[in-house]
């Protein structure tokens, strides 16, 4: 498919669970507006066109992984056509919340063979500025079980009969899609961010990076003032 003129940019960020690339997004996204750029948010496995079939399969569990390649496959080609290449052919800053480097080192932990899931994502919109968020399994295990209440089945690799104990299981699983994104690091040429970083400092260098990006980006309002400690004081609540 050939790849349309794009007037806009796409960041994107990348990281295992808990590694807080969400968060850093949403900063960003909030900064961005400020500034007065138009922003278009897009997530991983959000399209309305699998997601009940991806619940119900979730839920069954009695998703393989080849199934999980091609569903997330179908979502991301959906949302690429209806989410991404709009904006960004309007102009607008568009921001994911994981992208096909998500698919790439998830299937690939699963047994999923490489060069077969990269071709399936050969239409996708090269990002502008792909940033991986490094942490530790354990620092990422230690985030989750003290923000939330379980561990999510999948997350944690229970499909692969890894171990019967949910927390080594997603030490197993998440660290072998770690091996997967430090590979791609100098394939891709994802850009680093030290995820043990305090919230702040993480942003301060996701701005400096983006700004470099955004040379002849058009802004579409006026600029308003926002401060980061208030912004990163609201993320938290």
Do not use: C
């Not at 990281?15 to 949403?26: E, V």
């Not at 990269?118 to 079980?145: E, G, M």
């Amino acid at each position: 498919m050939p790849t349309p003129r794009l007037r806009g940019r796409l960041f994107i960020v990348e990281g295992i669970d808990g590694s807080g690339k969400s968060t850093q997004l949403a900063l960003l996204q909030k900064w961005l507006e400020a500034e007065g750029y138009g922003t278009f948010f897009s997530e991983w496995n959000s399209s309305a066109l699998v997601s009940d079939v991806t619940r119900r399969g979730k839920k069954k569990r009695m998703l393989t992984p080849m199934t999980f390649s091609l569903i997330h496959a179908t979502d991301f080609a959906d949302r690429t056509e209806q989410q991404l290449i709009p904006p960004l052919k309007a102009g607008a800053l568009v921001l994911a919340d994981r992208y096909i480097y998500t698919a790439f080192a998830r299937d690939a932990a699963r047994g999923v063979n490489r060069g077969w899931v990269r071709n399936l994502y050969q239409f996708a919109v090269k990002p502008t500025v792909a940033f991986y968020f490094r942490i530790s399994v354990d620092a990422a295990l230690a985030r989750i079980v003290g923000g939330r209440d379980a561990i999510n089945y999948y997350e944690a690799g229970m499909d692969q009969h890894l171990s019967s104990d949910i927390e080594e299981s997603f030490r197993l699983f998440q660290g072998a899609v770690v091996d997967e994104y430090e590979r791609m690091v100098k394939e891709f040429g994802l850009t680093v961010i030290d995820a043990s970083l305090s919230i702040e400092e993480q942003q301060m260098q996701m701005r400096a990076i983006v700004t470099k990006a955004l040379t002849g980006a058009k802004k579409d309002r006026i600029r308003r003032w926002v401060d980061l400690n208030s912004m990163v004081r609201a993320s938290r609540q």
